[in-house]
């Protein structure tokens, strides 16, 4: 196994879980919830009173927040290594897991380990190990 060192930014994914972390313990502590995005976007299908404005705020901000980065940083060109076909099957496997899973990465891998919850280790188990299968499949026995 190589790494490939062009694409390697550790400092870059240490400020990001920095950051991330950040947000998920202010989140939990001033509003009391956990910060999965599958939660937030699930709860706007089936909206309880009053619900409804903080979960389009939160997601406003996310489509927002590379809007904003462009303009402040410029322009990034984003790099995907598959066709539309495999993006769009991937996307449709992600939603599929995380409403088994009862969550997602950021629900159960950030907060709920944070936590301490068993249901959040054993689930990100589980999709840290279907991904690492998937890419090895992928990259190793398909290619």
Do not use: E, Q
């Not at 790494?3 to 991330?20: R, V």
């Not at 996310?62 to 060109?77: K, N, T």
């Not at 984003?78 to 088994?100: K, N």
């Amino acid at each position: 196994m190589t790494i490939d060192w062009n694409h390697f930014t550790p400092w870059a994914s240490l400020a990001g879980g920095i950051l991330l972390g950040l947000a998920s313990a202010i989140f939990i502590l001033v509003n009391g919830r956990i910060l999965g995005i599958s939660g937030i976007v699930g709860g706007l299908f089936s909206p309880k009173s009053g619900d409804v404005s903080w979960r389009l705020t939160f997601l406003l901000g996310l489509l927002a927040a590379p809007i904003i980065y462009a303009l402040a940083a410029g322009p990034i060109a984003p790099r995907i290594d598959a066709g539309w076909v495999t993006v769009v099957i991937a996307g449709l496997l992600v939603g599929v897991g995380t409403r088994l899973g009862s969550g997602c990465t950021s629900g159960h891998g950030v907060c709920g380990l944070s936590r301490l919850s068993p249901r959040s280790l054993a689930a990100t188990l589980a999709f840290m190990g279907a991904g690492f299968v998937t890419v090895f499949v992928m990259r190793h026995v398909l290619a």
